[in-house]
């Protein structure tokens, strides 16, 4: 599903991935671990098509299709999802009117009315959401964990098939990070051919969404890659302990 | 709601108890909603009263070619206003003046509107008793090749204590335009609370890029916060709009 070969991006001169590579099958579930600022939600903003961020070598194919020339739109048509970190507010916008216009927008033709009411209604009541929230302005005055609930809201009404979540987890309750783990989890049920790719540096929502693989992320690249079972080694002995044990590898390699 | 009339810069005289209308003064005797259509109007006069311990909501459009204004709201004691206001003139040049007369008198005053071609608007806003209070929202967005001028005074003289002025203002621009916000607040007391911020600037990146990222392509994205903005801060009825998309829709 998706192949990124080679990556490099550059945020104010500074290189934040470094040849990159990564590759997706589908129906695969993939975690991205790591400290704070070593790339990760680069690499969703890059994917997703963020022009703030320089592609300067590499390429991400998605299905056979290079995403790079691609606008962030065309790339969400062709089925690829953000949820983001930290959704934007925007004051306004109806909640309601961007969903329709979203759903419009993805399947190139109006939804009707009745049909998205009754889609919403089976979606908040699934993530336990106040069924206010569709009428109010996109993501403003809502709480950490509804924000993060209206994400997942969107992944079911916009059926992608390749789902980024850049830390779902953080800002979410112990109730909230369930609920929102398993619509998810029941998501993927329904649709067996979506590829996710969990951005994290907590192992708890990898426990509700059990990846095929864990990656370690450090300095743009992946140093480690294992099963579900080296989530529980990152919790065991931290990042650093991968650091410093793939140095050691690289120093001896070159003394070699 | 009551609709008030203003065709060729008169005021068309209509039965109401809750107002008196005297040439181009109108008093509100009465607590009210009002709505009023500035209707081929270039050279507009208007005194609006506000009695003592009266709440009006007061909504203004005028969409026309060219618009010369000088609006002048009185506030009485315990009187509060809300004024919400949608231009889209081809040139605007307008004169407000708030005069808080009396004590705890409050005015909110939404105004959104597009800049076609030339508008200029000078607000001063008096505090003239103790405890009054002045929101002052203006949002505006321009359109490629236009101007916006907005001077925003605020008095409050020494002696006038316990008074709360914020004056907010932001332009979006769509394409190159000439825009410029200069907000003043006179004070010369120091029991004042004053907020106030001026933003010009085009569509905010990040909004886009959350609308874009669900599919949304970059005009509809654009049309979508732009809507946002001019009708969340007036907040229009259904049937005004309507008619406020149309005129954005164009």
Redesign the interface.
């Known amino acids: 599903m998706l192949k990124i070969n080679n990556l490099s991006v550059n945020v104010d001169n500074k290189k934040i991935l470094d040849n990159f590579n990564l590759s997706i099958e589908d129906g695969e579930i993939h975690a991205i671990m790591g400290p704070n600022g070593v790339g990760k939600s680069t690499l969703s903003r890059v994917i997703?098509?963020?022009?703030?961020y320089m592609v300067e070598a590499g390429d991400i194919i998605f299905n056979g299709d290079n995403l790079l020339p691609l606008?962030?739109?065309e790339?969400?048509?062709r089925g690829i999802?953000?949820a983001?970190q930290y959704?934007?507010e925007?004051?306004?916008?109806?909640n309601q009117?961007?969903l329709r216009?979203?759903i419009s927008?993805?399947n190139d033709k109006k939804i009707g009315l009745y049909d998205f009411i009754l889609k919403c209604e089976k979606g908040t009541e699934e993530l336990s959401m106040n069924k206010e929230l569709i009428h109010r302005?996109l993501n403003v005055g809502f709480s950490g964990g509804e924000k993060k609930k209206n994400e997942v809201l969107?992944i079911k009404l916009?059926r992608p098939k390749f789902i980024i979540l850049d830390e779902l987890d953080s800002g979410l309750d112990v109730d909230s990070l369930r609920i929102t783990s398993e619509n998810i989890k029941q998501y993927k049920e329904d649709n067996p051919d979506t590829s996710i790719l969990i951005i994290t540096h907590h192992p708890k929502i990898l426990e509700y969404l059990k990846p095929n693989f864990v990656h370690i992320i450090d300095n743009g690249k992946i140093i480690k890659t294992g099963d579900y079972k080296l989530s529980s080694e990152i919790e065991k002995y931290g990042y650093n302990y991968f650091k410093d044990k793939k140095n050691n590898m690289t120093k001896e390699e070159e003394h070699e | 709601m009551n609709r008030i009339r203003v065709v060729s810069n008169k005021i068309i005289p209509f039965d109401d108890s809750d107002i008196i209308i005297n040439e181009n003064n109108i008093t509100f005797t009465n607590n009210g909603n009002y709505y009023i259509d500035y209707i081929s109007c270039d050279n507009l006069d208007i005194n609006f009263y506000v009695n003592d311990k009266v709440t009006v909501l007061l909504f203004e459009m005028s969409d026309s070619n060219s618009l010369n204004s000088n609006i002048n709201y009185n506030l009485g004691k315990k009187s509060s206003l809300v004024v919400s206001k949608f231009y889209n003139n081809e040139n605007t040049n307008e004169k407000v003046n708030i005069y808080l007369n009396k004590t705890l008198a409050d005015i909110r005053y939404n105004f959104s509107s597009i800049s076609n071609n030339s508008d200029k608007y000078l607000f001063n806003i008096y505090h003239l008793d103790k405890s009054t209070n002045s929101n002052i929202f203006n949002r505006t967005v321009a359109r490629k090749g236009s101007s916006s001028n907005f001077d925003i005074n605020s008095f409050v003289e020494n002696g006038i204590k316990g008074c709360y002025l914020n004056q907010q203002t932001k332009i979006i621009t769509l394409g190159d335009s000439n825009n410029k916000i200069n907000p003043n607040m006179f004070i010369g007391e120091e029991d004042t609370t004053a907020i106030h911020s001026s933003v010009v600037g085009s569509v905010d990146?990040?909004?886009l890029?959350?609308?874009?990222?669900?599919?949304?392509?970059?005009n509809?994205?654009v049309n979508?916060?732009v809507?946002?903005?001019?009708?969340?801060?007036i907040n229009p009825d259904m049937e005004t709009r309507e008619r406020i998309l149309n005129i954005l829709e164009k």
Do not use: H
């Open positions: 997703m098509g963020d022009s703030n606008s962030t739109d790339r969400a048509k999802f953000l983001m959704p934007m925007i004051d306004g916008v109806s009117d961007f216009t979203a927008a993805i302005s969107q916009l | 990146n990040e909004s890029f959350y609308l874009m990222s669900r599919g949304v392509d970059y509809t994205s979508l916060i809507k946002g903005m001019i009708l969340s801060n």
